[in-house]
């Protein structure tokens, strides 16, 4: 079993910051590949970007040049750091941890880009 325990997020005003962690216990590789997920009101899950065990990452074009996946495998935890922040940003955000035997889900963290 994985555990996954999303944080940081909140309320930001359009142009701010905001870094969201995500520590995951359990049967884990801690340089496993894990990903980030958005689900905005009325939508369905994206994908945001993902980081894989060598540190390679990618992102959806939405996202692009605004957010950074990093990790920190001696903390089991991987990072969003979100900059340039739009309304358009504003979801629930999912880390997620891929392993041969499924993919496993956080229960998110809250953004909300508002003025």
């Known amino acids: 079993q994985v555990h996954l325990v999303e944080s940081g997020g909140g309320l930001v005003q359009p142009g701010g910051s905001l870094r969201l962690s995500c520590e995951a216990s359990g049967s884990i590789f801690s340089a496993a590949a894990m990903g980030w997920y958005r689900q905005a009101p009325g939508n369905g899950r994206e994908f945001v970007g993902a980081?894989?065990?060598?540190?390679?990452?990618n992102y959806a074009d939405s996202v692009k040049g605004r957010f950074t996946i990093s990790r920190d495998n001696a903390k089991n935890t991987v990072y969003l750091q979100m900059n340039s922040l739009k309304p358009d940003d504003t979801a629930l955000y999912y880390c997620?941890?891929?392993?041969?035997?499924?993919?496993?889900w956080g229960q998110g963290t809250h953004v909300t880009v508002s003025s």
């Open positions: 980081i894989i065990s060598d540190g390679s990452t």
């Open positions: 997620a941890y891929y392993s041969a035997s499924g993919t496993y």
